[in-house]
T-cell receptor, first 114, second 112 residues
Framework: ETGVTQSPTHLIKTRGQQVTLRCSSQ?????VSWYQQALGQGPQFIFQ???????GRGNFPPRFSGLQFPNYSSELNVNALELDDSALYLC?????????????FGPGTRLTVT | GESVGLHLPTLSVQEGDNSIINCAYS??????FIWYKQESGKGPQFIID?????DKRQGQRVTVLLNKTVKHLSLQIAATQPGDSAVYFC???????????FGSGTQLTVLP
């Protein structure tokens, strides 16, 4: 098990609503990346936060936004939910004093939009 | 941008046999490659990685081979066990945030 935790584990929302997902990074890691994994697909990069600043973004609209806090935990916010937002949302932390390349994934939050 | 493709969406092997999962990538500037294993209901789990200045790396029962000439990556699992049944993803690091681009995954099934 990695030290990355995510909450909640499952969530059901209605189209048009807003959702906030949370991630606690592994101890000592200062970088958090968020990925969306649709059923049967590989994870797709949403964005990355490094020391509380957005450090890069994938091909996702602005209604996907995030935050990173001083303790390096992070939130992913999605506004105006659409049916296609139904997916497993993964966060990964990296950047510890050991190998800075490895990204350690949490168990994910399963979001269902109805 | 980067694109990553896996050659086979599914692979079935007999317990005890060796497994080989293949992956192709598009960006010759990619410098870091990782294999992940994902079991049902869990996040991807790191298996092994390789940097672009290497062509082979071995771990416990796993070997990753990198052929930069043809932009091909493979994962070999020796003496495959039932616990190896999972979806395997290759991921390639690129971009300004050094983000990972994943392939679509190969479902490995180990037959008794």
């Amino acid at each position: 098990e990695t030290g990355v935790t995510q909450s909640p584990t499952h969530l059901i929302k209605t189209r048009g609503q807003q959702v906030t997902l949370r991630c606690s990074s592994q101890s000592g890691h200062n970088t958090v990346s968020w990925y969306q994994q649709a059923l049967g697909q590989g994870p797709q990069f949403i964005f990355q936060y490094y020391r509380e600043e957005e450090n890069g973004r994938g091909n996702f609209p602005p209604r996907f936004s995030g935050l990173q806090f001083p303790n390096y935990s992070s939130e992913l916010n999605v506004n105006a939910l659409e049916l296609d937002d139904s997916a497993l949302y993964l966060c990964a932390s990296s950047g510890g004093t050991g190998s800075s390349y490895e990204q350690y994934f949490g168990p994910g939050t399963r979001l269902t939009v109805t | 941008g980067e694109s990553v493709g896996l050659h086979l969406p599914t692979l079935s092997v007999q317990e005890g046999d060796n497994s080989i999962i293949n992956c192709a990538y598009s960006n010759s500037a990619s410098d870091y490659f990782i294999w992940y294993k994902q079991e049902s209901g869990k996040g991807p789990q790191f298996i092994i990685d390789i940097r672009s200045n290497m062509d082979k790396r071995q771990g416990q029962r796993v070997t990753v081979l990198l052929n930069k000439t043809v932009k091909h990556l493979s994962l070999q699992i020796a003496a495959t066990q039932p616990g190896d049944s999972a979806v395997y993803f290759c991921a390639v690091r690129s971009g300004s945030a050094r983000q990972l681009t994943f392939g679509s995954g190969t479902q490995l099934t180990v037959l008794p």
